[in-house]
């Protein structure tokens, strides 16, 4: 969060950074960097593995996925997947050594539920088989992995029946660390697993998310950082036959928060469903990329993420890739992405991205909006006596609320209305 | 008794070639009590003037006025004109995400009433209007019309127009896409709403099948943008047989 919603912007830059006549375009400060340094632009770019300028990778299915860094060459801002992102509010995470020192320490809490459940939060070793099933796909992940020295594993028993399992991840450091956490859900467990990130850190963090053979996980990554906060995420997750994973993002505070989701079917019947919301201010910088890998027949997945913006340089992106493979015939899928901007100044990037290698599927679908309020529903609102400022009140809420209401868990909603009230207060909507 | 009345409204919207006017001088007087017909072919101008009267903003008026007991609604915000007891039941109903219903008719209740209903009797009321116009109780928790089928829709406009009790309801093609069922339960509710609040209602339709439920006192015809014919409810029997055909042939 800002202090204010309204920076004073230089004469002559454009309203909207990085926002050109060609529409999008690499972040600016990218651009900066490689177009003064020896090194950057096309010299670096030969070496690239992420595609090239503004080029997409020919498929999702092709991306390089490494436990080792050195795979990954150093970024440039002009790789596919980076090119969006500022690279030095990364503060060093794709460059520099990473330990585990630094990183906030994880405190476990059943907050619903049976609390005697025998829920066990373990620090394992790297080869432990039970974690690291799940490569790397970039390199500030890459770098996290090389930086760890042990896995924060969570494990969740069969014989849970809607338990919510709270981490507490409250950081205190602004130095560059690395964190590996392991969340295995085991056959048949039900249970929401809720990662709350608050406090400060620079963080690359992966966290991998095994939901085995008819396991139902509603997964929930919180980022509530103060300002200073830089956090990459890499959340990869893998499901088993029939199962179901709920995983919902929520990013609301940091100056940088790259939280790169995934979901990969590895037997039929599974079931995906990824959300996620973000409210970002001036000059926050919060972006989501996602992928859902239907490498198996008879797979549902289901993306809707919703995000509001306000002031000056608040900028977001939105990527998501889903990949019908020639293995997933019977697939239903179908993304969204909303961008509500409620002032001038922002920047929302938007770019759903759907392959379908069959035609055997029931449904592939996508959509992706950006716009100010829907006059059509202030309308009906205020064609039922509603005032206009109630009921802007009630739209912009009603936009956010979606997501909130399908976390399904009281005390969590009742924390981020709170959190969406402290935000929507600053610019008095 | 309230009036409403229309006089040589002329109404237009802005489109990509530039100013286009749909109504040419409108002349209409609706009292309390009384169900007016407004039939015609498509494009005549019969939602135009439905939407124009309740305020929303695409349609712009250059000449003549709207009054309801003497007090211009042209200058009124849309949400004033639902206040001195206007209600349009909309011909798309738009959902709208994160507003469960039961926030929204406690919201707008509390808006049109200068103060919040007594719960005990609200909660009564909503539900017996949820069973009267035979909506699944489930609904109450849902968000605005979001995923409801088009019948749905028109149903809970009608549900609003129970609970709300305006002084003058606008019906904009309530009847279509409604099957036979639903449109007998749906005219049940507005002629409900007609005997208890005494309503005057302005009854917007292309056909004249919803007319057997809902027996209007007069029937005007839209031509064009303007009334090309008046009379009373056998005038809709007229239209029956004949069809708008007569009417478009002078126009």
Redesign the interface.
């Given at each position: 969060m800002a202090e204010s919603i309204t920076t004073p912007r230089p004469k002559g830059a454009p309203l909207i950074a990085g926002f050109t006549e060609e529409g999008e375009d690499l972040s600016p400060m990218n651009l900066a960097t490689t177009n003064v340094s020896p090194l950057g632009g096309d010299a670096v770019k030969a070496h690239s593995h992420g595609g090239g300028d503004g080029v997409p990778d020919s498929s999702r299915a092709g991306r390089l996925a490494s436990f080792e860094i050195e795979d990954f060459a150093p970024l440039t801002g002009r790789e596919e997947d980076w090119r969006f992102t500022p690279l030095k509010r990364l503060k060093g995470l794709d460059r520099l050594e990473l330990s585990q020192d630094g990183a906030p320490a994880l405190r476990l809490e059943i907050s619903e539920g049976d609390t005697e459940l025998a829920v066990t939060l373990e620090e394992v070793a790297k080869d432990d088989p039970r974690v690291g099933f799940m490569a790397p796909e970039d390199r500030v992940a890459a770098n996290a992995w090389a930086g760890v020295e042990t896995v924060q594993l969570l494990t969740v028993p069969a014989a849970a029946a809607g338990e919510v399992i709270v981490l507490h991840a409250e950081g205190n450091s602004d130095v560059a660390s690395a964190q590996h956490v392991a969340v295995v859900a085991e056959s048949g467990a039900n249970a929401t697993v809720v990662l709350d990130h608050t406090g400060t850190a620079v963080l690359s963090q992966n966290v991998e998310i095994d939901v085995k053979d008819a396991a139902d996980l509603t997964f929930v990554s919180l980022q509530r950082w103060e300002d200073s906060a830089a956090h990459a995420s890499d959340q990869q997750a893998r499901l088993g036959r029939d199962a179901h994973l709920k995983h919902t993002v929520v990013s609301f505070g940091g100056d940088l928060v790259r939280v790169t989701p995934s979901a990969r079917f590895t037997a039929p019947g599974g079931e995906a469903e990824m959300f996620g919301l973000y409210f970002a201010d001036a000059g926050q910088h919060l972006e989501h990329r996602l992928f859902v890998d239907h490498a198996a027949p008879k797979c549902t997945s289901n993306v809707l993420y919703k995000g509001a913006l306000q002031g000056h340089d608040a900028h977001t992106v939105w990527i998501g890739d889903v990949l019908i493979r020639a293995e997933g015939e019977g697939t239903d899928s179908y993304e969204a992405n909303k961008n509500l901007v409620l002032t001038d100044g922002a920047r929302a990037d938007s770019v759903p991205n759907l392959e379908i290698e069959t035609g055997l599927i029931d449904g592939a679908g996508h959509s992706s909006t950006t716009g100010r309020f829907?006059?059509?529903?202030l309308?009906?609102?205020?064609?039922?006596?509603?005032?206009?400022k109630?009921?802007r009140r009630?739209?912009v809420?009603?936009?956010?609320?979606?997501i909130i209401?399908k976390i399904g868990v009281a005390s969590i909603e009742d924390r981020l209305h709170e959190a969406i009230e402290a935000e929507l207060a600053q610019t008095d909507n | 008794m309230s009036t409403l009345e229309i006089k040589d409204l002329k109404v237009g919207i802005e489109t990509e070639q530039g100013f286009k006017q749909i109504l040419k001088g409108v002349n209409l007087e609706i009292k309390t009590g009384e169900t007016h017909a407004i039939m015609g072919p498509n494009g005549s101008g019969k939602s135009t003037l439905a939407s124009t009267i309740?305020?929303?903003?695409r349609y712009i008026v250059n000449g003549g006025e709207v009054l309801l007991d003497g007090e211009n609604v042209l200058e009124m915000?849309?949400?004033e004109?639902?206040?001195a007891g206007l209600?349009?039941a909309?011909q798309y109903?738009?959902e709208?995400?994160?507003?469960t219903m039961t926030?929204?008719l406690r919201?707008?209740k509390t808006?049109?009433d200068g103060e919040a209903p007594k719960l005990r009797t609200w909660t009564k009321d909503v539900k017996e209007a949820f069973d009267k116009l035979r909506i699944d109780p489930d609904f109450a928790a849902r968000?605005?019309n979001e995923g409801f089928s088009g019948g749905e829709k028109k149903r809970v406009e009608i549900l609003?127009l129970e609970l709300?009790k305006p002084k003058f309801a606008l019906l904009d093609e309530t009847d279509s896409g409604l099957d036979v069922d639903a449109l007998k339960i749906v005219s049940e509710g507005v002629n409900r709403a007609q005997s208890e609040n005494e309503m005057g209602t302005l009854l917007i339709t292309h056909y004249t099948r919803i007319l057997r439920y809902i027996k209007p006192d007069f029937v005007h015809v839209f031509v064009d943008g303007h009334v090309a014919d008046q009379g009373g409810p056998e005038l809709a029997d007229r239209l029956e047989d004949e069809g708008y055909d007569r009417y478009l042939a002078k126009a």
């Open positions: 829907d006059d059509e529903h309308f009906y609102l205020m064609a039922r006596g509603i005032d206009e109630t009921a009630l739209v809420r009603g936009f956010l609320n979606e209401q | 309740a305020g929303h903003p915000s849309v949400d004109r639902a206040r209600f349009l909309m109903p738009v709208i995400p994160g507003v926030n929204f919201t707008a808006a049109l968000n605005v609003q709300f």
